[in-house]
């Protein structure tokens, strides 16, 4: 017998413990990816509960249900076209009204959802107390209290699912009724949309569609271009809007938004009780502390220091011993294999296969899984966002927000992670922005050879000077990227969720289902381009690419011809430039400026073939070469530009 299934979509405001209810229903039972043809990540997860199997469909966190973002449109079309069996709404008990106007806007679409009143604990603690029975009276849908940090309430929200789902348990959601004016106008274009719009209707809810028109929504608007009579309803709900406008003297969608907002604040105000005055909590003294205009910046700088700390030294040390442990294992490969196999075949297998696996071995585990678990602490606290809203300032410099500083952060530690972190960004133009200026920040690859470079040989400040002209870099291009891009920035809108301790289940949960993606994408294409490369060198091809560019690498950079070789190789991993450099030439033999400009070049041109995969994954191909073409130009440019300026310099 076919076990009964069931398809739910998690749905609700950002911050709201959406993620931790996913992380305690699914546990290791993920998958991430993207949404079909969308930048914005999907994650799915499966459990099994009194003989069902449930699929959950963890949507992105958003505040309303209109086409300002990727985000919102991709949850309303899931929710109205894929129609999940369930919609568990998840709502913050502490900030009801604000949330309800997000659960009204699902009642809209008729979806058929379940209400999980979540962080009930943390509203006690401010002296809220709601009344779950009057709000699922007053919604017409079930209401289910829990705790998702501690699990709490998470078999009585599944048995609810259930029970919906079999029929034991009937729905009455609230059909919300607007003021008379706006009343007047929804039913007149819904009508129209009921007798015009046959097969739009089938899909989406005739008067939620009228609502939208109303509201000047452009994505529904785009979608009734392709319908015959959809210039019609057009006109006629334009014609309505402008009429509406010239009672309220607002926007139409502001009007509407009002009224929305007025509803969610009745319902919040007739179920919800303050049991007794809210005092100055830790959490509030903290976040007072850690958002504030002077002390928050010693404290961000604190922060961002000791995770730098923890990975380059933490980090250094296991990359350095599982070096060392991959070196003896190679050694005994090569040695196995050559019994038996042809040199040419060994050195494929073991220079090629075998160093494509040690290398993403060595990258994975010493510099992006100790980040992943930061990264999971600080999101898991709730520090990041007041992060980002300290320097939200800085970064309109270049067009984008503060949200943007978390990728910047994560690329001096990776740049796969950093890429992939800029779908915290709302529009496709403010990803591709922030990841063209990611992988211009050193990650700690490049930084091992700017310290092992320059840092050893020259001295500390010739490598400081380094990562200053980085950071003025960034900046540069930057603003001209944020110049030259067409649309415009989008101010910082986010949730400051309240402080948390972190648990250690939900902390590994998510840094295992960033760091499978990684495995699953970049470790293939790093293992591919080894073999390529060591395909190239063992048919003899190396030498003549080395001597084909000895112009641009001997004539414009000023380096000798053999460094094109560790360059070629950097693409796999830029440690490899600083340790085939040794290889090849005694590091001691290189001039002061021709070290400083091999650093250079190595900081700025694209950082790895993971990277390019983490790029195309998130941008698509075209945009990922054109980042790698441009980083590539630019480097040997500034290169060959440092090198002439510097033997001025030097030599006067």
């Not at 029975?133 to 699990?151: C, D, N, Q």
């Not at 007047?184 to 046959?198: D, G, P």
């Not at 040695?335 to 196999?341: D, G, K």
């Not at 250079?600 to 790895?608: A, E, G, K, S």
Request: proline share 5%; charged share 20%; aromatic share 8%.
């Amino acid at each position: 017998m076919v076990k009964p299934r069931l398809r739910i979509a998690l749905a609700g405001n950002a911050n709201v413990g959406k993620s931790v209810i996913f992380n305690q229903l699914t546990g290791l039972n993920q998958v991430v990816g993207n949404w079909p043809g969308k930048t914005v990540e999907r994650a799915e997860g499966t459990l099994f509960f009194k003989g069902y199997t449930i699929r959950i469909i963890d949507l992105p966190g958003i505040y309303s249900l209109s086409a300002f973002s990727m985000e919102e449109i991709v949850s309303r079309d899931y929710v109205a076209v894929e129609k999940p069996d369930i919609i568990i709404n998840v709502v913050d008990a502490s900030a009801l009204e604000r949330n309800l106007y997000f659960t009204l806007q699902l009642l809209e679409l008729e979806a058929p959802i379940i209400i999980d009143l979540n962080q009930v604990d943390f509203a006690a603690k401010k002296g809220v107390r709601i009344d779950v029975e009057k709000l699922s009276e007053a919604l017409g849908v079930p209401v289910v209290p829990t705790v998702a940090i501690t699990g709490s309430g998470m078999n009585e929200l599944l048995s609810t699912v259930v029970a919906v789902a079999s029929g034991e348990r009937e729905l009455k959601p609230l059909k919300a009724r607007y003021g008379k004016e706006i009343e007047k106008r929804v039913q007149a274009i819904e009508k129209l949309v009921s007798a015009k719009l046959l097969q739009l209707c089938t899909v989406y809810p005739a008067r939620w569609i009228a609502i939208k028109l109303l509201e000047r929504d452009t994505d529904v608007a785009g979608k009734l271009k392709n319908y015959e009579n959809g210039k019609e309803v057009l006109d006629y709900a334009e014609k309505l809007a402008i009429e509406l406008e010239k009672i309220h003297g607002e926007p139409s969608p502001v009007v509407i938004a009002s009224e929305r907002y007025g509803l969610a604040n009745k319902i919040a105000k007739e179920v919800t009780a303050i049991e007794a005055p809210p005092r100055i909590s830790l959490e509030q003294k903290l976040d007072a502390i850690t958002t504030h205009k002077i002390l928050g910046y010693p404290i961000l700088t604190g922060v961002v220091v000791s995770m730098f700390a923890l990975i380059f030294i933490g980090g250094n040390f296991l990359s350095a011993g599982l070096e060392f442990l991959f070196e003896n294992l190679s050694l005994y490969v090569e040695s196995v294999l050559s019994s038996f196999l042809p040199r040419i075949v060994v050195d494929l297998i073991n220079n090629g296969i075998l160093a494509g696996i040690v290398g993403g071995i060595t990258i994975a585990l010493p510099y992006i899984v100790p980040f992943y678990i930061i990264l999971a602490l600080l999101e898991d606290s709730g520090y990041l966002p007041r992060a980002a809203f300290l320097m939200d300032n800085l970064m309109h410099k270049i067009g984008l927000h503060g949200k943007a500083f978390i990728p910047l952060m994560l690329g001096y530690g990776c740049s796969v992670p950093a890429c992939i972190g800029c779908r915290i960004m709302e529009t496709e133009r403010e990803r591709f922005l922030a990841g063209f200026v990611v992988v211009l920040i050193p990650c700690a690859a490049r930084t091992v050879v700017i310290l092992g470079l320059v840092g050893r040989f020259i001295g500390l400040h010739a490598a400081l000077a380094l990562y200053a002209f980085d950071l003025v870099l960034v900046f540069v291009l930057g603003r001209i990227a944020f110049k030259v891009l067409p649309g415009e920035p989008v101010g910082l809108i986010m949730e400051m969720p309240p402080y948390r301790k972190p648990l250690a289940k939900n902390i590994f949960v998510k840094t295992w289902s960033r760091t499978k993606g990684f495995i699953y994408i970049a470790f293939p294409i790093i293992i591919a381009g080894s073999v390529a490369i060591e395909a190239l060198a063992l048919s003899g091809f190396m030498s003549y690419i080395v001597e084909a560019a000895n112009p641009l690498i001997g004539g414009w950079l000023g380096l000798p011809p053999e460094t094109g070789i560790p360059l070629i190789f950097g693409i796999l991993r830029k440690e490899l430039t600083l340790i085939l450099l040794s290889e090849l030439i005694p590091l001691e033999s290189l001039t002061a400026i021709q070290m400083i400009v091999f650093s250079l070049v190595t900081m700025i041109y694209i950082p790895c073939i993971a990277t390019i995969a983490a790029c195309a994954r998130e941008f698509g191909w075209r945009k990922a070469l054109a980042i790698a073409v441009i980083d590539v130009a630019l480097a040997l440019f500034l290169g060959g530009l440092a090198y002439r300026l510097l033997s001025l310099v030097m030599a006067t």
